[in-house]
């Protein structure tokens, strides 16, 4: 067990909707990070948040934005779905930000899939 | 631009045989290097990191990581391979340059030990 949480385990919906999947770091991390696993894309970084604020940006997507609370946890919203957007969605935290080489960890996953 | 390549999809190897999973990077400063490892339906689990220091880096389950500057390789090995070492294996970049902690994962090699 990583420490990191993420909500739903799972999660089916119809195109053209909205969702957002919740995360909580582990105890004590600052930086949450996202990513998209998808079997044709492989594992890509979507967005960072460090203590709040946005730290780095990858290939996400107009339709989707984030967040990160003042108690650290982030929700990653997905709108306007398409079927293509059918992928495992992660969330991993790690220490710091700002270029340190700590490693990240990450939680179990949301499995979406847009019918 | 950071960048890092896993040349092989699949790698098989026999139980009781060393395993060797290839992984080369390019980044423009120094390489912080990682290796996550990720079962079925579970989230990656970090391995091990590169990020200054000895080549040969431990890890976790016996996993070993050689980082070399020249070749700009991190290859993973394992000197005796165990059936429950086969998972799906990222190796990982971070540019020791950027600000950000924006991680680059390779596509994966999914590692079969043979019984």
């Known amino acids: 067990d990583s420490g990191v949480t993420q909500t739903p385990k799972h999660l089916i919906t119809a195109t053209g909707q909205r969702v957002t999947l919740r995360c909580s770091p582990r105890?004590?991390?600052?930086?949450v990070y996202w990513y998209q696993q998808s079997l044709d894309q492989g594992l890509q970084f979507l967005i960072q948040y460090y203590n709040g604020e946005e730290r780095a940006k990858g290939n996400i997507l107009e339709r989707f934005s984030a967040q990160q609370f003042p108690d650290l946890h982030s929700e990653l919203n997905l709108s306007s779905l398409e079927l293509g957007d059918s992928a495992l969605y992660f969330c991993?935290?790690?220490?710091?930000?700002?270029?340190?080489?700590?490693?990240?960890?990450f939680g179990p996953g949301t499995r979406l899939t847009v019918t | 631009a950071q960048s890092v390549a896993q040349p092989e999809d699949q790698v098989n190897v026999a139980e009781g045989n060393p395993l060797t999973v290839k992984c080369t990077y390019s980044?423009?400063?120094?390489?912080?290097l990682f290796w996550y490892v990720q079962y079925p339906n579970r989230g990656l689990q970090f391995l091990l990191k590169y990020i200054t220091g000895d080549n040969l880096v431990k890890g976790s389950y016996g996993f070993e990581a050689e980082f070399n500057k020249s070749q700009t390789s991190f290859h993973l090995k394992k000197p005796s391979a165990l059936v429950s070492d086969s998972a799906l294996y990222f190796c990982?970049?971070?540019?020791?340059?950027?600000?950000?902690?924006?991680?680059?994962f390779g596509k994966g090699t999914r590692l079969h030990i043979l019984p």
């Open positions: 105890s004590g991390d600052l930086s």
């Open positions: 980044v423009s400063g120094n390489p912080y």
């Open positions: 991993a935290s790690s220490v710091a930000g700002g270029g340190s080489s700590y490693e990240q960890y």
């Open positions: 990982a970049v971070r540019d020791g340059m950027n600000r950000d902690d924006k991680i680059i």
